[in-house]
């Protein structure tokens, strides 16, 4: 399985600031996705995103807050904009779900806080 | 995605068997049936995933009924550091479906 690298493991911002975290996997993936788990609460799919075109975005989450970059095969980034105490949550990546239907992997998460 | 039914919790011994259900009984006939863990502060772990046969891996066993309506995932031997919420889950569409989390089950091994 793809072993993902997920950067920062952890950050506190201020409100009103924007946080890119990052996602790097050891191989090529077609399709990467993005999870928030706010505290307490399960994993919500924030957006699909596939190399070379627009990610989509599940309901209640739009580009603008949450504006994503996939420029290769193997890296992706997602952005948190304008940061309010209420995106403090932990931010994961996952990669998986090929056609043999492998495990999905995630990456470690990043841990945030907006103060 | 079919929709899944798990018990908030269960308990078990250090050593003994815990047993897992998870009710989907609106799954398709091309749908897997997945397992992932999540271990405190810890990303999701695949544990293990089928279609309509047992399945058996390093990590658990996975028990789907005839009529694949429900599945158990047990782990023979429980520790300590199985731990964790646990997540039955049956991605929908194609191959390629997103994975949609459930509450999933606490499970906790006691001494």
């Known amino acids: 399985s793809a072993v993902i690298s997920q950067k920062p493991s952890r950050d506190i911002c201020q409100r009103g600031t924007s946080l890119t975290i990052q996602c790097q996997v050891d191989?090529?993936?077609?399709?990467m996705f993005w999870y928030r788990q706010q505290p307490g609460q399960s994993l919500t799919l924030i957006a699909t995103?596939?190399?070379?075109?627009?990610?989509?975005?599940e309901s209640g989450f739009v580009i603008d807050k949450f504006p994503i970059s996939r420029p290769n095969l193997t890296f992706s980034t997602l952005t948190v904009s304008n940061m309010s105490p209420e995106d403090s949550s932990i931010y994961l990546c996952?990669?998986?779900?090929?056609?043999?239907?492998?495990?999905?992997?995630f990456g470690s998460g990043t841990r945030l806080t907006v103060v | 995605d079919a929709k899944t039914t798990q018990p908030p919790s269960m308990d078990c011994a250090e050593g003994r068997a815990a047993n897992l259900p998870c009710n989907h009984s609106?799954?398709?006939?091309?749908?897997?049936v997945y397992w992932y863990r999540q271990i405190h502060s810890q990303g999701p772990q695949y544990i293990i995933h089928?279609?309509?046969n047992n399945e058996t891996n390093e990590m658990a066993s996975l028990i789907i009924t005839e009529d694949r309506k429900s599945s158990t995932l047990i782990l023979p031997h429980a520790t300590l550091r199985d731990t964790a919420v646990y997540y039955c889950?049956?991605?929908?569409?194609?191959?390629?479906?997103?994975?949609?989390f459930g509450q999933g089950t606490i499970l906790t091994v006691h001494p």
């Open positions: 996952s990669v998986g779900g090929g056609r043999v239907n492998y495990g999905y992997t």
């Open positions: 191989s090529q993936v077609t399709m």
């Open positions: 995103a596939n190399q070379g075109s627009e990610a989509t975005y």
């Open positions: 609106t799954i398709s006939g091309n749908e897997y």
């Open positions: 089928g279609l309509k």
């Open positions: 889950i049956v991605p929908g569409g194609t191959s390629y479906g997103k994975l949609t």
